[in-house]
């Protein structure tokens, strides 16, 4: 039993160590793996403008496999912020679009989406992919003709 509780509290600080709560009370030091803790401080030079270190640190995590789905799409949309930033917009697009594809529901907060530099890319980005994705899921319609001629039902004359 005693084990199993040692093993939920690794496993939450694990999942939770990119959360400002969580890098702000200095409980980051304690991610248990590589990937976490340059996810981490990835973000934190994002945070204290150091782009280039943060830039490193966010591949660095990406490279070494962030366990967990939030961690990856967090760490794409940081290097998507310092394309942009940085008027790389095509680099910029290619982050926010491995982010939207390891999760379809991801959203800016209300704040990033209303940057000047990527809210309209993360936009154009989301757009162009839904429909996208609309487009494979749609399949050519046939005329009534078509069908009769292919074998299809026939129609009424």
Same mark, same amino acid.
């Not at 990406?62 to 949309?77: G, M, P, W, Y």
């Not at 899921?137 to 009424?156: C, I, Q």
């Given at each position: 039993?005693?084990?199993?509780?040692?093993?939920?509290?690794?496993?939450?600080?694990?999942?939770?160590?990119?959360?400002?709560?969580?890098?702000?009370?200095?409980?980051?030091?304690?991610?248990?793996?590589?990937?976490?803790?340059?996810?981490?401080?990835?973000?934190?030079?994002?945070?204290?403008?150091?782009?280039?270190?943060?830039?490193?640190?966010?591949?660095?995590?990406?490279?070494?496999?962030?366990?967990?789905?939030?961690?990856?799409?967090?760490?794409?949309?940081?290097?998507?912020?310092?394309?942009?930033?940085?008027?790389?917009?095509?680099?910029?697009?290619?982050?926010?679009?491995?982010? $939207?594809? $390891?999760?379809?529901?991801?959203? $800016?907060?209300?704040?990033?989406?209303?940057?000047?530099?990527?809210?309209?890319?993360?936009?154009?980005?989301?757009?162009?992919?839904?429909?996208?994705?609309?487009?494979?899921?749609?399949?050519?319609?046939?005329?009534?003709?078509? $069908?009769?001629?292919?074998?299809?039902?026939?129609?009424?004359?």
């Amino acid at each position: 039993m005693k084990q199993m509780g040692l093993l939920l509290c690794a496993s939450l600080l694990m999942t939770s160590c990119a959360s400002p709560a969580v890098r702000d009370a200095g409980l980051d030091k304690f991610a248990p793996r590589k990937a976490e803790r340059d996810l981490s401080a990835g973000i934190r030079a994002y945070e204290d403008g150091e782009y280039e270190s943060s830039a490193r640190l966010l591949q660095s995590s990406l490279s070494a496999r962030l366990f967990v789905i939030s961690d990856q799409v967090a760490a794409h949309k940081h290097l998507a912020f310092i394309h942009c930033a940085q008027a790389r917009e095509e680099a910029c697009r290619d982050e926010f679009r491995k982010a $939207l594809q $390891l999760d379809r529901r991801f959203e $800016l907060t209300p704040a990033e989406s209303g940057h000047p530099l990527w809210g309209p890319v993360f936009r154009s980005v989301k757009d162009s992919m839904t429909k996208e994705r609309f487009r494979s899921w749609a399949w050519p319609l046939r005329a009534p003709a078509d $069908l009769a001629e292919s074998g299809g039902p026939a129609t009424p004359a």
